[in-house]
């Protein structure tokens, strides 16, 4: 059984966030920063659409701060389990996520000092270094092409995609048991495409689906 929620990249351009329930498992396909104006992003990048405590894992796609960089909210908020990704996305996340503390403390410096003087409260960065100490700790890197295990029989393979260092397509392999295809149907045209696998799995490239979405673009 799967079903697919679009939380964050499909309507607007940042802070892609979808959830896909596999078997009752509910993964979290990137856990991307809202990057709009400050007062927009601040609002939005604190409303998490789930409870992070709920999700069982994290398929991340590739590095760019818009797709992993609320990652230490998820965390802080009570979040235990895996983030699945390539070894170069693991990487390359570390740098850009300890850099986003930097750059948050440098942005909340100033409309802090400004809030200082018109006497109001001081606003409270999304999550600091030690966050990202925490977070790092549940990355799981996987090489390209090998099996990751989500529990309740549903997999996923990352393969190659072609947009940064490390980045990759998230193959959800579950199997075909109770899923219809009229239950496909009510999820995306692109899944449909993949449903037929010849080797009786259900093969859905869940990332590629919400490029798709996207306007066809990895963002
Ligand atoms: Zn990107």
Not at 1 to 10: E, K, P, R, T, V
Not at 84 to 89: E, F, M, V
Not at 139 to 147: D, K, Q, R, T, V
Not at 151 to 171: C, K, M, P, Q, Y
Request: hydrophobic share 40%; with cysteine; net charge negative.
């Amino acid at each position: 059984m799967i079903n697919l929620q679009f939380f964050g990249a499909a309507r607007t351009t940042t802070g892609s966030m979808h959830l896909l329930e596999a078997n009752g498992k509910k993964i979290l396909l990137d856990a991307g920063l809202y990057q709009g104006s400050r007062k927009e992003a601040f609002e939005k990048n604190r409303q998490l659409p789930i409870d992070p405590r709920d999700i069982d894992a994290v398929l991340l796609s590739h590095a760019h701060i818009d797709h992993c960089g609320n990652l230490p909210t998820l965390a802080k908020r009570g979040f235990r389990g895996k983030i699945h990704c390539t070894p170069a996305t693991a990487d390359l996340a570390e740098i850009l996520l300890r850099d986003s503390v930097h750059l948050q403390l440098r942005d909340l410096e100033i409309v802090n000092q400004k809030r200082a003087e018109q006497g109001k409260n001081l606003f409270e960065p999304l999550y600091l270094e030690e966050d990202v100490d925490r977070v790092m700790r549940q990355f799981s890197p996987e090489p390209l092409h090998s099996l990751i295990d989500l529990g309740n029989h549903a997999t996923a393979v990352f393969r190659e995609a072609g947009h940064i260092l490390g980045s990759a397509i998230t193959e959800e392999l579950t199997k075909a048991g109770s899923t219809t295809m009229d239950e496909l149907a009510s999820v995306a045209q692109a899944w449909l495409d993949w449903a037929a696998h010849p080797d009786a799995w259900l093969m859905m490239p869940a990332s590629e689906i919400l490029a798709v979405a996207d306007g066809g673009q990895l963002n």
